[in-house]
């Protein structure tokens, strides 16, 4: 049961790590510590997930993981809302937009999986 939990939280931590990356010319590592400031978790928390998953996980590291995941999924749907409400002003709509209808669909179908 403990390497379910172990693949939660590689999982999540490659997706925050994943945000955090800054495109060619930037370290996983400076990724890491950049995570580490934003969120809260050590960098060697994210170190070992990625390169050295332990066998078991902590509960606190575990739940902080979780809840930095969580968040940012809940921000990046934030952001998506807000750009589909400026696209409405502007007069783009599901009747005119592909990429319209697509968004509203992401926002309908999907909740943060955790």
């Given at each position: 049961m403990s390497d379910a939990y172990v693949a939660?939280?590689?999982?999540?931590?490659?997706a925050?790590?994943?945000?955090?990356?800054?495109?060619?010319?930037d370290t996983v590592d400076a990724a890491m510590w950049?995570?580490?400031?934003?969120?809260g978790i050590d960098r060697g928390t994210f170190w070992?997930?990625?390169?050295?998953?332990?066998?078991?996980?902590?509960?606190?590291?575990?739940?902080?993981?979780?809840?930095?995941y969580e968040a940012e999924c809940e921000r990046q749907e934030a952001r998506l809302r807000?750009?589909?409400?400026l696209a409405r002003e502007v007069g783009l709509d599901?009747?005119?937009?592909d990429s319209y209808?697509?968004?509203?669909?992401?926002?309908?179908?999907?909740?943060c999986p955790s």
């Open positions: 939660d939280a590689r999982r999540w931590a490659g925050l790590l994943q945000r955090e990356h800054r495109g060619p010319g950049r995570a580490q400031q934003r969120w070992s997930l990625r390169y050295r998953p332990p066998q078991d996980i902590v509960v606190g590291v575990y739940m902080r993981l979780k809840a930095a807000h750009e589909l409400m599901a009747a005119s937009s209808r697509e968004a509203e669909a992401i926002l309908r179908e999907t909740e």
